[in-house]
C-alpha cells in the first residue's frame, strides 16, 4: 500500500450519480446542481477594473473626499479637496461609458482651504448637498446644496453646520429621509445634525451629541427611512472603537447608547447599507469592515450589524483576512447581501467583496486596483453603469484626482447548489457521472496530498478557503469529496 486511496474502491464505491448535463462539462471539473435536477458547469468571472479617468487641469486629491450617485442625471458626483489649489473643495461629474471612466472639470464650492469634502445626493429635491469644513480659520463646517444638468452645476447658497461651531478631525453625510440629509462632526464629542432641503436652500436643525467624550466619526449610513448607524473613532479616555445608532422624527435626533465592538488604539472602519442603492429589503442591515485595535498590521475583520430604532446588535465577526487598514471605505454592490471594501494597503488600493447570509459575513475575491491607487474613503455604487466608481488620488502620477469603475466578480455557484465534480467529461445534454458527497473523484492533477480543497466561483479547484469546502486529496490526482458538514 503506498497511500490511503489504496484501500477505497474506485470511484469510492458508492454516491457515483448519472446526470443529464446542461452545458458542456469538463472532466475533474466541479459542477452545480440546477432547479431542473441537472448538472451544470460552474461559469464566473473574476472582478474587473475599467480604464481609469484622471480629472482635467491636474486637479489633485488626497485622504478625504467624497461620492454619491445621482438617479436623475445616471451619473456619478465626487467631491474633494485640491492640493493642488490650496485645499480649495471641489466638485466634479464622473462618467462610466462601457468601461471608460471620465471625470469633468472640477468646480471650486469655496475659496478656503478645507481638510475634508463629502456629498449625498436627495432624489427629491433632485439635489447634491456637500458637507466641507475649513481647515483653519475656526475650523468651521459648511454645507451647499447643488443641481446638476450634464456635468453643470448651479450651487445654492452656502450655511453654517453646527451653528458655526468649529469642527476637528473628520466628518461624514449620509441620506435619512426624502428632502433630508444627516451629518455628524466632531463637535463636544461626535455631534449629529438633520438638514433639509428645499430646492437649493438649506436649512440646518438642532445637533445632538453622539458621545460624550473626545471622538470624532469615521462614517456614518442609513439603513431605513428615519435610522442610522454610526461609527465612533479615537476617545482622548478609554479609547475604543464605537457604534451608536439613532433615529430621526421630523428634524429630531434620538440617539441610543454607544456600543463598543472593539477596544484600544483606534482605527479607520468603513459602514454601509445597501438601503439607498434601491435594496430596500431587509431593511436596519449594515455591513461593516476594520482593522482591530492592536491587531496584526494586515488584518481586517468584518461583521453584520443591525438595527431596531436606537438599539443594534453586532454579529459575531465571521470574516477574516489579510488587508491593509488606511483610507478605508465601503460602498454596496450590485445586490441586497454584497458590499465592496476599499482600502489602501502598502503601496496599493485594492477592493475585496463581501457578502452576508444570515449574520455570517464571507470575504470574496480581492482586486488589486494598481500601484500608487490609494484608496481614498471614497466607493459608491454606479447604478447606470451596474458598476462601482472608486475615487482616489494616483500617487504613481503626482496625486492626481482619478476614478475608474470596477465590475464585482459573478457566479451560479451559491452556497448550497455545489453537487460534486465531474468523472469524466459529459456533452451537453448527454448523461454521465459524478462523483458526490462521500465519492472520489480520481481526474485531479498535482494535488498536495492531505491538503484541503476548495471549489472557488469560476470553477476552478483550488486550496484558497475563500471557496467551499470539496474534499481532501488522498494522492496527486484523487479527491475524497467530504460531506457538507467538512
Not at 466619526?217 to 431605513?224: E, F, R
Amino acid at each position: 500500500m503506498s497511500n490511503l486511496s489504496d484501500l477505497i474502491p474506485a470511484g469510492g464505491g458508492q454516491n457515483n450519480t448519472d446526470f443529464v448535463a446542461d452545458g458542456t462539462i469538463v472532466s475533474g471539473k466541479p459542477v452545480i446542481l440546477t432547479a431542473a435536477g441537472k448538472a451544470a458547469p460552474i461559469v464566473g468571472a473574476a472582478g474587473a477594473l475599467g480604464t481609469e479617468g484622471e480629472a482635467p487641469g491636474g486637479a489633485k486629491t488626497s485622504g478625504s473626499p467624497g461620492a454619491c450617485y445621482h438617479s436623475s442625471e445616471g451619473t456619478v458626483v465626487v467631491s474633494f479637496n485640491d492640493p493642488a489649489n490650496s485645499n480649495y473643495p471641489y466638485c466634479a461629474v464622473a462618467t462610466t461609458s462601457g468601461t471608460t471612466v471620465t471625470l469633468s472639470t472640477p468646480l471650486v464650492l469655496k475659496s478656503s482651504a478645507c481638510a475634508f469634502n463629502v456629498c449625498a445626493y436627495d432624489s427629491t429635491q433632485n439635489r447634491v448637498v456637500f458637507h466641507y469644513k475649513l481647515n483653519g480659520a475656526g475650523n468651521y463646517g459648511y454645507l451647499r446644496a447643488a443641481s446638476l444638468s450634464g456635468t453643470t452645476f448651479t450651487l445654492g447658497t452656502e450655511i453654517d453646520a453646527f451653528s458655526g461651531t468649529g469642527l476637528n478631525s473628520y466628518g461624514a453625510i449620509s441620506n435619512i429621509a426624502a428632502s433630508q440629509v444627516i451629518i455628524v462632526g466632531e463637535v463636544s464629542g461626535t455631534s449629529a445634525q438633520v438638514v433639509s432641503i428645499s430646492g437649493s436652500t438649506l436649512t440646518a436643525h438642532t445637533a445632538v451629541p453622539m458621545s460624550s467624550g473626545g471622538s470624532y466619526p469615521s462614517t456614518i449610513a442609513s439603513g431605513k427611512v428615519g435610522e442610522f448607524l454610526c461609527v465612533l473613532g479615537y476617545y482622548t479616555t478609554s479609547p475604543a472603537l464605537r457604534f451608536v445608532a439613532g433615529t430621526v422624527s421630523g428634524t429630531t435626533i434620538t440617539a441610543g447608547t454607544e456600543t463598543v465592538f472593539d477596544t484600544g488604539l483606534s482605527y479607520p472602519c468603513a459602514v454601509a447599507s445597501g438601503y439607498w442603492n434601491g435594496h430596500t429589503s431587509p431593511e436596519s442591515t449594515y455591513m461593516t469592515a476594520y482593522h482591530p485595535p492592536g491587531g496584526a498590521s494586515d488584518t481586517v475583520l468584518a461583521r453584520l450589524v443591525t438595527v431596531s430604532g436606537t438599539t443594534l446588535t453586532l454579529g459575531a465577526t465571521t470574516a477574516t483576512w489579510a488587508g491593509g487598514s488606511n483610507f478605508t471605505c465601503m460602498g454596496w454592490g450590485n445586490s441586497a447581501t454584497q458590499a465592496l471594501y476599499f482600502f489602501r494597503d502598502g503601496s496599493n488600493g485594492y477592493v475585496t467583496e463581501l457578502t452576508y447570509s444570515g449574520t455570517t459575513v464571507t470575504q470574496g475575491p480581492t482586486t488589486d486596483v494598481g500601484v500608487g491607487r490609494y484608496a481614498s474613503n471614497a466607493i459608491v455604487w454606479d447604478q447606470t453603469s451596474n458598476k462601482a466608481l472608486l475615487f482616489y488620488y494616483q500617487a504613481s502620477d503626482n496625486d492626481y484626482a482619478t476614478a475608474n469603475c470596477f465590475t464585482p466578480s459573478s457566479t451560479n455557484l451559491t452556497a448550497t447548489n455545489l453537487l460534486g465534480v465531474a468523472s469524466a467529461a459529459i456533452a451537453d445534454t448527454e448523461t454521465g457521472t459524478i462523483n458526490t458527497w462521500g465519492s472520489r473523484n480520481e481526474v485531479q492533477t498535482s494535488l498536495t496530498i492531505a491538503s484541503d480543497y476548495y471549489v472557488q466561483t469560476d470553477g476552478t479547484i483550488t486550496t484558497s478557503s475563500s471557496g467551499q469546502l470539496i474534499g481532501t486529496a488522498i494522492s496527486a490526482t484523487q479527491i475524497n469529496i467530504k460531506d457538507y458538514t467538512g
